[in-house]
C-alpha cells in the first residue's frame, strides 16, 4: 500500500477561497447596514449586562486584541443605552461665605446650572446700579444729613455748656490745634502768666481748682464725644443695610422664589444677600481714577468674583446620559483640578478656579478609559478605585498631599458618585489586575472578551460581507463588488491562520479597504474590485518586506548557506518565521546533526550557548526520548548527537523545526542523504506523530520564493503537518506552481512519512533484521544503534579503567 503522505496536496486543498458565487449582489451598494461588529455576541451580551444592572461593582472590563473593535462596540452600545437614559443633574461650585476655602457644592436639575450662573451674573450687575442709585439719593442724603445734624448738635451743645461754665468761674474754654485746653480771664481776656501771677495767692489757687475740675469734665465729654462717634458710625451702617437691604432684598426675593423647590440654593442666596448688606461699599462707584497700586490692589482682591456661580458640570445638552471618553486619564483628568493664578508673586486660587474632570462629566453616565495608558500615569488608579469606592468624587492635589508646594489652597466639597466605568485593555492586564489587586474584582465584575478569530461560514459571509459594505459607506469608500468583498474574507482568513475562521482585526481589513478604494479612484475605476484589493495586499507586503529581501538576497549570493538541490546526510532544511507585528515572513535555515558513540545524549547547541528558549529546548527532549524508546529499549542508549541551527546567532525559540531536528538525525545515524530541494516544518511528540505549527502560509511561502529565484525544478516541495492543512491560504504564485507541478506541499502525520519522503527509502521497522533492515530507514537507525551499544559494551568503563590503572601501579611498585 502506498504512503498517502507521498500525494501533494491539491491545488483546492493549498488555498481555501471563498467562492464569490455564493453572493447575490454585484456590488456592496446593494447590502444594508448592519448595527455591529459580526461574531462578537458573547461581548455583546456582557456589555449590555454590565451597562444594564444598576449595582455597584458593576463595572465593565473589555478585552481582547487590539484591532479588533473593542472601542467601537462598547461605545456602540453604551451609546445605544445612554440615547434612551435620563439626563443627570448639574453640578455647580458656589462660595462659602462663612468658611470661603471650602466651596460648597450644589446639584440642580440638567441645564439649570448655567441658568442660575446667568441669573447670579444678572444679579450682580443689577446691584452694581442699584446700590450706588440708593446712595446718591436724597432720601439717603437726608437720612445721613438728619444723623450728622443730631449729633452735631449734641456734641456743640455739650460744649458750650462747659464753655458757659467755665466762663461763669473765670476760666475760658480755648481750642487750639492741639486739642481744647483751659485759661484764666479777666474781663472777657485771656491772663498771661505774669498778670495771672499778680493775683492773690487765693484767688490764684480758686482758678486752679476749677481748671482741674473743668478738665475731669473735659475729659469725660471727650470720651462721650468718642462713644457718640462710634453710635453715628452704628447708625450710619444700620441705615446702609437698610438702604442695601432695599436695593437687594426684593431681587434676592425673586430668585429665592425661582429656585424655591432646591434648599441649597435658598440657603446659598440668604449667604448672598447677608454678605451683600454686609460688604455693600465694593458696589458703590468712585469718581476718582484709581491709582495704579489702588488697580492692583484690586486685581488682587476681585470682590465681585465671589458671586460667581462655577458651573463645573452642563447637562443642558439633549436628552441622554453622558458617555465620556478619556484619552490621556491623569489623575488631575480623572478626578479635576484647582488651578492657581499668580499675584504680586503669590499663588492664589479661589472656587471659580475649580475645574471638573472626567468623572464630573460622565457622572451618571459612562466612562470609557484605556487601561493601560490609566495604569502607566501616576496615581490615577488608585485615585478612580478611590472614587469608586467611595462614591464621590473628591478633587485632590498631589503637590499639596505630598507637601511639594505650598500655596493658598482649596478643600471643595466632594460630589457624589454614581457611573459605570468601562476599561478598555489587553487579557493579560484583566488577569494580572484579578490576582494582584484585591479591590479590582469589587469593582470590574464583569468582563467583555472578545474573540480574536470568528466562525467562517456561508452565513458569517454574508454578515462579514454586510459589515464591510457598511464601514465603507461610513468612511466614503467606493463599493465593493463581490469578488473583492469574496478576497477580503480570503485575507481576513490568512490573517486568521485558519481557513475555518476570520480574523477579528477589523482594523486590519479596514486599513485594507481604505488602501484599495486609494489604488480603484486612482485607476478610475467605480467600484473596488479585486484587483484593487490584491494590489492593495501586494503593496503592503512590498512595503513591509526590506528585512525579507535582505534575508533573501544572503542566502542567493551564497552568504547563508541553503541548498535546494542535492542531498546530504544529517542535513535538512528547516523554516523559521520573523514576526514584525502586522507582517511575518520565513526563510528557510540549515539545520544538521551529528551522531556518535556515546552516553545517550543529545546535545541542543542553541542552548548550550544560551541562544535557545525553553519551548525549542523541550522539542530536542521529546525527540531524544523518541529516540530512545523507538530503537534502544532494553539496550543502553549509546548515543551522543548534536544538533545544530547553521548560521543562526540570535534567540531560538519554538519547537516547530523538531520534526527537521529528529529527520537530520535519522538521516545521520542511518547514514541515508535527505533530499536538499524540500523542507520541513511541523513539531512531534514522544510518539513520533507530527503536530501542527504556526505561520505555515509564510513557512511554504518562504521556501518557495528561494526555490523561485534559483529556478523551480519540479522537485521542490515543503513537508507540512496534516494538522495544517485547513489553514493553507497561499498565494497565488504558489498555486500557480503548484497547478504546473513544479513546487509541491506534503502532508505528513508521523516521522516515518516524513522521513520516507526526504530520503525515498522506506521507513520500515525498528525490528527489521538482515538484508530487510539495509532496505529500510528505521532498521538501519536500529541496527547503527545496536552497533554502538556493542562498542560501548566493549569498552572498559570509566571506573574499570582507574582501577586497572591503580593495580598495575600497584604492580610495578612490588
Known sequence: MSNPASRPLTVEELA?????????????????????????ERATDAIELAAGIDRDGYNLFVMGPAGCGRHTLARQRIEARAKSAARPSDWVYVNNFVQPHRPIAIELPPGRGTGLGKDMARLVEE????????????????????????????????FSGLGDESMAQGVALLRTPAGFSFA????????????????????QQRVKGAIETLQSRLERLIRDTMRWRKERLERIRELNREMTLFAVGHLVDELKQRYAEWPRVVEYLDAVRHDVIENADDFRKTDEEPSPMARLMQQEEPSLRRYQVNVLVDNGAPDGSPVVYVDHPTLQNLVGRIDHISRLGTLVTDFGLIKSGALHRANGGYLLVDAIRLLTQPFAWEGLKRALLRHQIRIESLGEAYGLVSTLSLEPEPIPLKMKVILVGERMLFYLLQAYDPDFSKLFRVAADFEEHLERTPESNLLFARFIATRARGDGLLPLERDAVARVLDFG????????????????MLVLLHEADHRARHAGSAAIGADAIQGAIDAQRHRAGRLRADVQEAILRGKVLIDTAGTAVGQVNGLSVFDLGDFAFAEPVRITATTHLGEGQVIDIQREVELGGAIHSKGVMILSAFLAARFSGNLPHSLTASLVFEQTYGHVDGDSASLAELCALLSSLADAPIRQSYAVTGSINQLGEVQPIGAVNEKIEGFFDICKARGLSGGHGVLIPAANVDQLMLRDEVLAAAAEGTFRVFAVRTVDDAIELLTGMPAGLPQDEG?????????????????????????????????IAQARAKRNAH
Not at 437726608?142 to 449729633?151: G, L, T
Not at 475562521?501 to 486590519?508: F, G, S
Not at 530507514?777 to 570509566?798: F, H, I, K, M
Open 16 to 40: 481555501h477561497r471563498c467562492d464569490p458565487r455564493q453572493f447575490s449582489f454585484a456590488t456592496s451598494d446593494e447590502l444594508e447596514d448592519i448595527g455591529t461588529i459580526p461574531g462578537q
Open 127 to 158: 446691584l452694581r446700579s442699584n446700590i450706588p442709585a440708593v446712595f446718591e439719593g436724597d432720601e439717603y442724603r437726608s437720612k445721613v444729613d438728619s444723623i450728622d445734624a443730631e449729633f452735631k448738635e449734641r456734641h456743640e451743645k455739650a
Open 184 to 203: 484764666p480771664v479777666k474781663d472777657g481776656e485771656v491772663m498771661g502768666a505774669e498778670e495771672f501771677a499778680k493775683l492773690p495767692d487765693a484767688e
Open 493 to 508: 482568513s490568512r490573517a486568521a491562520g485558519d481557513t475555518r475562521k476570520i480574523t477579528a482585526n477589523v482594523e486590519r
Open 771 to 803: 538484508v530487510s533492515a539495509q532496505l529500510t530507514l528505521n532498521g538501519r537507525v536500529a541496527a547503527r544503534l545496536r552497533d554502538l551499544a556493542a562498542l560501548r559494551r566493549e569498552q572498559p568503563r570509566p571506573g574499570q579503567v582507574k582501577r
